[in-house]
């Protein structure tokens, strides 16, 4: 056994993971409360390799906000919009085709698509948007809207979830994202997020779409007003869907942006929380297969760390992110792919470009750098543009 697991009086839980045993509740927050880091980042390390081995992935994405209109203010959002304000936005369909449109020279195979609960867009129009970006290109993914904008467009288009879902799934909707799951005991949500659907309703859409052949990601939303409790709580959860389901194909801790919000956050995640939260995710999570280390809340230099603390994912290269931005996070706006392989590549991994279902699309072998297994023609092409841009 590891030295740094000996001594950590941790052993019983890594001999539970050695033993494919899962951890409980308990075992969760002993984790949390344990100071010792690296002793929890090599169990959750062991987890990792025993799931996917020595590889790392990463997706050459672009993010679009088709609004930020939303009815609703959560306390620790900074971008939602009212129609008074001045800096509200809504895109035409066209305006968004022509955003994939110039993404896709630089070789995306995803767009991720989110907005706020818009006050009045028709159904009729995120029908229209999937439509004609599929026939923009029938091989771009559209990975699109949150749990809660789902409810929000049944509930406007007076549909149950499943016909809503059942209609964007026809016009080209291939994975519902994870947002909103934020933090899932009631009291937390109501403090940073009053009126939001509530855990039961946005695991209930996950559920419908999973059963209707859907795949989707979960998020949970940490380092605000949450207790280390309620983020095992919050894991319990997904665990318990991922055994009924097995929909989900990655979890992506958010790593909370202090900044423009009505959230009093004294002490806004460090490096040391997020790395734990990663490394427990893993640990607890045993039936998930991947584990995303989110760049653009955590920095990429500490995204590349979490790959030796259970993540096997540094998500994308995003090119246009808003949200998180505009809550203060300081990191770019985009990877260039070359930046993420150098990443994974320094930290001892086999870089592998993925598609939205984490399903690889291009190994790149350590052993001749520069090589893979398949030809990647679309990551050369981003990785040219993005040089001359
Ligand atoms: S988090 Fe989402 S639902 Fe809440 S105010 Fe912001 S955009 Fe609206």
Redesign the pocket.
């Known amino acids: 056994m590891n030295f740094l697991i000996q001594r950590s009086g941790l052993n019983d839980i890594y001999e539970k993971v050695a033993a494919g045993e899962r951890i409980s509740e308990a075992d969760a927050v002993r984790l949390f409360e344990s100071k010792d880091l690296n002793a929890v980042g090599a169990i959750a390390d062991f987890a990792r390799q025993k799931c996917v081995g020595n590889r790392a992935s990463y997706i050459i994405n672009r993010y679009v906000n088709y609004s930020n209109y939303?009815i609703?203010?959560?306390q620790f959002?900074s971008?939602?919009r009212k129609k008074r304000d001045a800096d509200g936005f809504q895109f035409s369909v066209e305006e968004i085709v022509q955003k994939a449109r110039e993404a896709l020279k630089l070789g995306i195979t995803e767009l991720h698509i989110v907005g706020?609960?818009h006050p009045s867009l028709p159904f009729s129009y995120y029908t229209d948007m999937l439509k004609a970006l599929k026939n923009l290109d029938a091989r771009l993914q559209l990975k699109c809207f949150t749990a809660?904008e789902i409810l929000h467009l049944a509930w406007q288009a007076k549909k149950t979830v499943e016909q809503t879902l059942l209609e964007l799934k026809a016009a080209g909707l291939e994975s519902l994202t994870g947002g909103?799951a934020e933090i899932f005991r009631k009291e937390v949500r109501s403090a940073i997020?009053r009126g939001?659907e509530s855990a039961e309703e946005y695991l209930d859409v996950h559920r419908t779409w999973h059963r209707l052949g859907g795949r989707s990601t979960c998020t949970m939303l940490y380092g605000h007003v949450e207790s280390l409790e309620d983020r095992v709580d919050h894991l319990r959860q997904l665990r318990a869907l991922q055994d009924e389901t097995h929909g989900f194909v990655g979890f992506v801790p958010l790593a909370s942006q202090p900044e423009h919000n009505d959230i009093p956050v004294q002490n806004p995640p460090t490096g040391f929380d997020s790395l734990r939260t990663l490394a427990i995710s893993r640990i607890y999570l045993d039936n998930f297969d991947h584990i995303t280390a989110y760049w653009v809340g955590l920095g990429m230099k500490l995204a590349q760390v979490a790959l030796s603390y259970g993540a096997d994912d540094l998500h994308g290269t995003i090119i246009e992110e808003h949200i998180f931005h505009m809550a203060g996070a300081t990191s770019p706006q985009l990877q260039t792919e070359a930046d993420m392989i150098k990443a994974i590549r320094e930290a001892g991994c086999v870089p592998v470009q993925r598609n939205t279902f984490y399903e690889p699309i291009r190994i790149l072998d350590p052993a001749a750098a520069g090589s893979s297994t398949e030809t990647g023609a679309h990551s050369k092409v981003l990785e040219d543009n993005l040089a001359t841009a």
């Open positions: 939303c609703l203010s959560c959002c971008f939602a706020g609960l809660i909103g997020a939001k």
